[in-house]
Structures are given as structure tokens and as C-alpha cells.
């Protein structure tokens, strides 16, 4: 597809109809017959709640907060839970999918749920978040637990909310659940590694497709566009591999500087001033342009549909590593595979966190702690392998990786459920 065949096309920006048509492309290349595509296509259950809070000057505020089971055919459904003012129901459920897809990509025995709350965290107070917090893992607390629903977080959720989320699930039961969520406090059970799970697991997929690729990651330039848990780690432990880090943003802003900077100062200048914009020795760029620099490595890191069919064809990486959840839309797939643009796609990239959210499980369950070095070979030996088993299939069938991880994930949980039936 030529730039100006683009002109005057539209999409949707829908992420729920995005997901439904990653999946039937999928189903489509596998042969589905329409019932089993039906069953995989419709969340098994959606809750929406509402969470009356006190805020700090005495007025009672109710924010609205989902939390949506897309699959449990391979296991207890998996996913996180978001705090952000664009949080919707159809939002929530595109998220829940994806993270069935997720799961079944790098094989982990879980299904598929997400969850969230509309509302905007910046503006809240510490006392405020937890008490809505807690309100909301109260009306949650019907359909999760250990067995068969585990949060985690997400954006603008880190591991104090789900020491709030514990605390509240376990006092309702009368004894300590630690294994009801994960991405916890190491104090409350939490796994060494899961905080940069997300990142560690992107950057085991960004060196296999640079093998396969040919490209020397000594040598190489990336851009992250977000600066959160997983772009920020995700910068440095590219540093750390000698790859030049040259342009980094947030949702305030970009910075650049062609000669690289050091990413864990940034972090730290963000840390004290709430943004990387104005890090010494960068100039300042804007959120549209920092996607077209030119860069060996692209890693979006913030939210949904960031790259679309308006600015696909401005792209200038050879990679794009998606740490974030559905950064790109399928018009802008199309424009990038015919580029011959790597996409590695989130529900392969970014399953490092879900992948180390698993082994955080199996050690609450087990009650039996790993040490670091157990977790991250672990992760790797998981990452890489999912990384080639989509990669054959993207050789194999000729499709793009994102089709090809689909076909992967879709392929095993259509079997699972075929195994199962159905009851009654
Ligand atoms: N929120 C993360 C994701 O989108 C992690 C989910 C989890 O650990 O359960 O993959």
C-alpha cells in the first residue's frame, strides 16, 4: 500500500472493535466455524460497579469502575486493572481479550479479564485512592480470588493499590490472600522482578527480532514514547545492552538528543519534576513527532492507538516494540508490514509482566520464593521461545508478527475449549 492510498481511508479507534477484528483475522486463517468464533469472541462476564468515595473536603464522590472475564478456558482469567479518565466499558473489554491472547501466546495456564476505574489519578490524594480502592476490590470481590480471577496492575495502578486490594479481599475472608493479586510488595508476597517484568520481557523479544533482523543492538538508537514502569526500565535495560537511547516522552512531552542521554537520570529528573520534558541537554519535541523519528527501535509505552493510518507512514524505525496495550491500529499494521517495519506486538512484547505475575502466583500459592536470577531465566527462557514460535508462523503462513502470535494464541485456546465442550 502506497502513502496516498491512505488518503481519505478511515478506522475505527474503537479498541473493542479493534480486538474483535485482530481476532477474526485469526479465526479467519485458522478456519473457525462460526459457533467456536462466537465463544471466544464474547466476554463470559462483565461487572460494572459503582464506588461511592469520600474525597478529602467531605464530598462524596461515585466513580464508575468494570471489571471484565473474557476467557477462563485455559484457566483462572488474568489481567490488570487501569486508573484513567478514558476508561470505558468497551475499553475494558478489548483489554480483557487481549489478555486471553496474551496468555495463550506465551503459554502460562491462564485465560483473559482487565479491569478499571474512570477517573483521573493525578488529581487524587493518596487517602482518596485508597479509599476508592478499596470500595472498588470490595464490589469486585464476588468474581476474583485466587482460583479464578487475578488483578495485577496496570496504568496508573502500581503495587501499593494492590496492597490495598489484598488487604481488602483478605479481611473480608479473615485470613491473609496474598496469591488474589499480583505485582504486590515483595513485604506481601510479591515477586523479585516483577516490576520491570514488563520491560525485561519487551527487551528478550526486541534482541531475538534484532538476531533475526541482522541489527547490533551495540550500535543501535531506540525511542520510547512514554515514560512509566515499562518505558522508563525498558530504556535503561536498552542502555544498559549499549543501545543510544535518543528521544524519550510522557504525556506532557518529548525530549531528544541525537548523541543519546543516560535514561535512569531522567527517570530521576521525572521523579522530581513530574516530567522528562526539560532534562538537561535535550531539546523538546512533540508527542506527534517523537513517533517519526528515526530510530532503529520504537518502543510505544503508553496507551491505545498511538499509531494510526494518519501517521504510519511517517515512521522511521525498523522495529516497533509494543510495551504498551494496542498502540497500533490494523490500517497501520497494513501500512507497516508492506513498509517492512517490524511490529513485535503487545500480546507477545509486553508479556513479560503477565508472564511474571504467573511465577508471583505460583510462589504465593506454593508458598516458596524464588530468587532473582530463577525468575529472569525463566522469563527469558519463556520469551524466547514464544518469540520464535510466533516467528515460524509469521515464515511459515506469511503473515505479519501480530497475525502470527493471534493464530498461535487463538489456535490453542479454540483447542482447549473444543477439549472442554460444552456444559450442559
Ligand atoms: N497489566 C499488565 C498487562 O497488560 C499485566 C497483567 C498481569 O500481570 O496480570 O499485561
Redesign the pocket.
Known amino acids: 500500500m502506497t502513502p496516498t492510498m491512505t488518503q481519505g481511508l478511515t478506522e475505527t479507534l474503537n479498541a473493542f472493535e479493534i480486538a474483535q477484528k485482530q481476532f477474526a483475522d485469526a479465526a479467519d486463517i485458522l478456519g473457525l466455524d462460526e459457533g467456536v468464533r462466537k465463544k471466544l469472541r464474547t466476554p463470559e462476564r462483565c461487572l460494572t460497579v459503582a464506588i461511592p468515595t469520600r474525597m478529602d473536603d467531605g464530598r462524596l464522590e461515585v466513580f464508575i469502575g468494570h471489571r471484565v472475564q473474557h476467557n477462563t478456558t485455559r484457566g483462572p482469567s488474568?489481567?490488570?486493572?487501569?486508573f484513567h479518565p478514558n476508561v470505558t466499558l468497551d475499553e475494558v473489554k478489548a483489554?480483557a481479550s487481549?489478555?486471553t491472547w496474551?496468555c495463550a501466546t506465551v503459554g502460562i495456564p491462564?485465560g483473559g479479564a482487565?479491569g478499571g476505574i474512570t477517573c483521573n489519578p493525578k488529581e487524587m490524594s493518596q487517602g482518596e485512592l485508597e479509599r476508592m480502592t478499596r470500595r472498588y476490590a470490595s464490589e469486585i470481590s464476588l468474581i476474583i480470588g485466587p482460583e479464578k480471577d487475578?488483578?495485577?496492575?496496570?496504568?496508573y495502578t502500581n503495587a501499593q493499590t494492590m496492597a490495598w486490594i489484598m488487604d481488602t479481599y483478605s479481611m473480608n475472608k479473615g485470613y491473609a490472600v496474598p496469591g488474589v493479586v499480583?505485582?504486590k510488595p515483595l513485604a506481601l508476597g510479591g515477586s523479585l522482578g516483577?516490576n520491570e517484568?514488563?520491560a525485561q520481557g519487551c527487551v528478550y523479544i526486541i534482541e531475538e527480532a534484532a538476531k533475526k533482523l541482522g541489527i547490533d543492538l551495540k550500535t543501535a538508537t531506540a525511542v520510547i514514547q512514554g515514560y512509566g514502569n515499562a518505558g522508563s526500565i525498558a530504556a535503561y535495560l536498552l542502555h544498559d545492552l549499549g543501545v543510544k537511547i535518543i528521544a524519550v516522552s510522557d504525556s506532557r512531552g518529548g525530549i531528544l538528543n541525537t548523541q543519546g542521554f543516560d535514561p535512569r537520570k531522567v527517570l530521576e529528573f521525572k521523579n522530581q519534576t513530574g516530567s522528562v520534558v526539560g532534562f538537561p541537554g535535550t531539546e523538546s519535541i512533540s508527542n506527534e513527532e517523537i513517533l517519526n523519528l528515526k530510530c532503529d527501535v520504537l518502543v510505544p509505552a503508553a496507551l491505545e492507538n498511538c499509531i494510526t493510518l494518519k501517521n504510519a507512514v511517517k515512521i522511521n524505525a525498523k522495529i516497533v516494540a509494543e510495551a504498551a496495550?494496542g498502540p497500533t491500529t490494523p490500517g497501520a499494521d497494513e501500512i507497516l508490514f508492506d513498509r517492512k517495519i517490524v511490529v513485535l506486538p503487545?500480546i507477545l512484547a509486553?508479556?513479560g509482566?503477565?508472564t511474571?505475575?504467573?511465577f508471583e502466583w505460583v510462589q504465593n500459592v506454593q508458598e516458596l520464593y524464588w530468587d532473582i536470577e530463577d525468575v529472569n531465566s525463566r522469563l527469558k527462557k519463556i520469551m524466547t521461545r514464544s518469540f520464535n514460535d510466533v516467528y515460524a508462523i509469521h515464515k511459515d503462513k506469511r503473515i505479519n508478527m501480530r497475525k502470527a502470535a493471534y493464530v498461535l494464541a487463538v489456535g490453542r485456546v479454540a483447542e482447549a475449549f473444543k477439549l472442554r465442550g460444552l456444559f450442559p
Open positions: 488474568k489481567g490488570g486493572i487501569r483489554l487481549w489478555m496474551k491462564y482487565k487475578i488483578p495485577a496492575p496496570d496504568v499480583t505485582g516483577r517484568a514488563t496495550n503487545d509486553n508479556a509482566g503477565v511474571v505475575s504467573y
